[in-house]
């Protein structure tokens, strides 16, 4: 069965949305095979990220992510990758579309990075390798 990343983000464990989120995710049927409540140091976080080095939010994106304690989960289910990005909406917060994650909780204020309360992986591969990080 397949398995993804999903981290709720410091926003959304600060906000007090960690239940709301885990409960979307169990509504859809997915299951919460691991779950870490995790203070991600920035060797962790660079990993996770590389990608993005040097990208004009990265660093702002770092702090973020090192701003307070992050909850790791490892979800399974069919199609859960997909499936989980689908549940989170697009990345912006503003225009995410209602009825996802993103669209009905998320917050822009016009930060430098955008606070947008999740994280999933995007690809079997990045799957794989970022449980591989986070659940080392
Ligand atoms: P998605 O692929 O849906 O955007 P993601 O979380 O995988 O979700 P990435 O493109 O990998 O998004 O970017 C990682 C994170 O960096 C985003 O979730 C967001 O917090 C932040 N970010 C990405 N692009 C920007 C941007 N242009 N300005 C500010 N922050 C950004």
Known sequence: VEATLILVKP???ARGLTGEILRRIEAKGYRLADLAYVHADRELLAAHYAEH???PFYE???E???SGPIVAIRAEGERVI???RVLAGTTDPTTAAPGTIRGDLGR???LRVQQNLVHG???VESAERELGLWFA
Do not use: A, R, T
Request: charged fraction near 30%; avoid cysteine; aromatic fraction near 14%.
């Open 11 to 13: 926003d959304g464990v």
């Open 53 to 55: 080095e040097g990208k």
């Open 60 to 62: 702002p994106l770092i």
């Open 64 to 66: 973020f992510m090192s």
């Open 82 to 84: 997909e499936g989980f």
């Open 108 to 110: 822009d204020w016009g």
């Open 121 to 123: 992986s995007d690809s």
